[in-house]
């Protein structure tokens, strides 16, 4: 759908006053990352519609498959958004104007919008994100150098931080984050970075190993001397109902 008639019949298509936005997480060089895009000389979230016919998590799934090219992505909801004046007048005026479209005060667009977010989890490696009919640019960016940003997406940033603080004390999904094949200090690493504090190698390596989550492979190659250790991949789960026998 072309500007002109997203903003025109966008209404009769998607479902009015209800986005979605994504918090895409990724990981390199020892730090967290955001992809985030830029309307304007401002950045925001990867995000998208609801088609009056489609259910939320299928909306979901299809902007964040859009998004990274990813068949099967970690996806996990993480709260409703709805302030009372959550609208972005100033921003879509600006932004229609420049692309040469009339902006009119009672469009669809311009109401208040409640949105759905989730996170998501991504090795950054094997995301390659394009710029899109709206966007004019993308940039993945430290979760403690976030630029200037639409409205309230910064705050929605920060909830995700905090909210995989919580859920990796939980669950173990920061695996998502890293290549099919790892070593335990990687993940040590990703840990520490998540939590933003030290923890003790040896027993966060037992941790692990007791979730029986991981399987062992050889040890990395390496032509530099030093700490050579085993490298792990994430072990294939059985389908819900089935039993492995080795529980």
């Not at 004046?85 to 040469?100: C, L, Y």
Request: aromatic letters at 12%; a negative charge; proline letters at 5%.
């Amino acid at each position: 759908m072309d500007l002109k008639n997203f903003l025109e019949q966008g209404f009769d298509c998607f479902l009015p006053n209800l986005s979605i936005d994504l918090v895409i997480i990724g990981y390199d060089d020892n730090a967290l990352k955001c992809l985030l895009l830029r309307i304007g000389d401002k950045w925001l979230l990867p995000g998208g519609y609801i088609g009056r016919d489609e259910s939320v998590p299928d909306a979901a799934v299809r902007i964040l498959q859009h998004r990274t090219g990813i068949e099967e992505p970690h996806l996990k909801f993480l709260a409703v958004f709805g302030d009372s004046n959550r609208r972005f007048t100033d921003e879509w005026r600006a932004f229609w104007e420049k692309s040469g479209q009339e902006w009119k005060e009672d469009s669809w667009l311009n109401t208040r919008f409640i949105t759905l977010a989730y996170y998501s989890l991504v090795d950054i490696r094997n995301i390659f994100p394009a710029v899109h009919d709206f966007d004019e640019d993308f940039g993945w960016f430290n979760f403690d150098g976030l630029p200037d940003m639409w409205m309230d997406h910064k705050s929605i940033v920060l909830e995700a931080r905090n909210r995989l603080k919580k859920d990796i004390k939980q669950e173990e999904l920061t695996y998502n984050l890293l290549p099919d094949q790892f070593t335990m200090p990687e993940l040590h690493q990703l840990h520490e970075t998540i939590l933003e504090t030290k923890l003790d190698r040896s027993r966060f390596q037992k941790k692990m190993l007791s979730t029986g989550m991981f399987e062992r492979l050889p040890k990395r190659q390496q032509e530099t001397p030093g700490s050579n250790p085993f490298q792990y991949s994430v072990k294939k789960q059985p389908e819900k109902g089935s039993n492995n026998g080795n529980e």
